[in-house]
């Protein structure tokens, strides 16, 4: 079974303080989730990932199409306790200490008054606040809110967890904390899902990615098979100084280094510059492939000015556009379709 299911979603606002425009922010999106998988859902700012993930959330209804959370509909109070959610901005009650949030927190999501004590100290532990625990919140720093925020996401024990740019305020050092901890959440048979602009972090972590720019959906799937045959280079590295003129005239980029020369090329010439190297005699030290990384991948999905200019006129033409932040305020919760007043797991 997918643990997320998204059939045809889409939101548009109504933006606009006289006349009133059309504002599409999700055009219609197809995505599944598996089971157990770490998922990256990447894009730039405004590209439509924290109006999907508040969709999600039951935050903002959608204009139209499906999803489903393990099986459930977004309303389904069963699903709403087994999934913990960590919103990019959170607020938090600042004369509360990070232990009083969490046991206030843990309260709201139904967890058992006999073993929130423990679970406190276990979560503290986790996302490195043991220290600060009983710190209050107006105190810490941007990095070790965000610490809090994941602490509350998995307090729980939820079966999926949705984090929306985790990495966000941390130093390098929390950073890799933050990868080790959604690792081990992954070991645990749960299913994370996380919006993030880093891409070395998505590259590293995720199973799977995807893509989306204005809205739209631009790529899904592994990196490997996401980067592999997109761009595709190889290297060849042959000893001497001389380069041929044929690869010369290919355009390739060629670097000699002492008695060596190091060209890269598209991988569909490869036979044709071996074929020229055998000819003048010079003796082949490597063929390496050259795969396109997930950041070049990216880029490369996001630079298409023609296309971009194209959908970003017809937008335009229907007096549409996309965003990620437009529309209506929507006061953001720390536990997925609850109110500071009201608990997840009894919702």
Not at 205 to 232: F, N, P, Q, S
Not at 283 to 295: D, F, Q
């Amino acid at each position: 079974m997918a643990a997320i299911e998204i059939s045809k979603l889409e939101k548009t606002y109504s933006v606009g303080f006289w006349r009133k425009r059309p504002k599409r922010a999700l055009l219609p999106l197809d995505l599944a989730v598996e089971e157990g998988e770490i998922f990256g859902f990447l894009g730039p700012n405004g590209a439509g990932k924290t109006t999907t993930l508040k969709i999600l959330m039951g935050l903002v209804f959608p204009t139209g199409g499906t999803a489903r959370i393990l099986g459930m509909e977004l309303d389904d109070p069963r699903m709403k306790s087994q999934i913990g959610f960590l919103p990019e901005q959170p607020y938090f009650y600042d004369y509360l200490t990070a232990r009083e949030l969490l046991r206030y927190y843990g309260q709201l999501s139904g967890v058992n008054a006999r073993d929130l004590t423990r679970k406190v100290d276990t979560v503290l532990e986790r996302v490195g606040l043991r220290d600060a625990a009983n710190l209050q919140l107006r105190k810490f720093s941007k990095g070790m809110l965000q610490r809090a925020g994941i602490a509350q996401a998995i307090l729980h024990d939820p079966k999926v967890v949705f984090l929306d740019e985790p990495m966000s305020g941390l130093d390098p050092m929390g950073r890799r904390e933050v990868r080790n901890l959604i690792e081990e959440l992954k070991g645990e048979g749960k299913t994370v899902f996380f919006s993030t602009h880093i891409l070395a972090d998505a590259e590293a972590l995720c199973d799977r990615v995807a893509i989306i720019h204005l809205g739209k959906l631009r790529g899904v799937g592994a990196v490997e098979e996401l980067t592999a045959g997109v761009g595709a280079q190889v290297e060849v590295v042959w000893a001497g100084t001389i380069v041929p003129a044929g690869i010369r005239a290919m355009g390739a980029e060629c670097h000699v280094a002492g008695e060596t020369v190091r060209s890269v090329f598209a991988a569909d010439k490869q036979d044709v510059v071996l074929e020229m190297l055998r000819r003048e005699r010079l003796r082949l030290i490597s063929v390496t492939p050259v795969r396109m990384s997930l950041e070049d991948y990216f880029i490369t999905q996001l630079g298409e000015r023609g296309e971009m200019n194209l959908l970003a006129r017809a937008e335009s033409a229907n007096g549409a556009g996309s965003g990620d932040k437009s529309g209506e305020n929507v006061s953001t919760s720390h536990k997925a379709g609850t109110t500071p007043y009201s608990s997840a797991g009894k919702s």
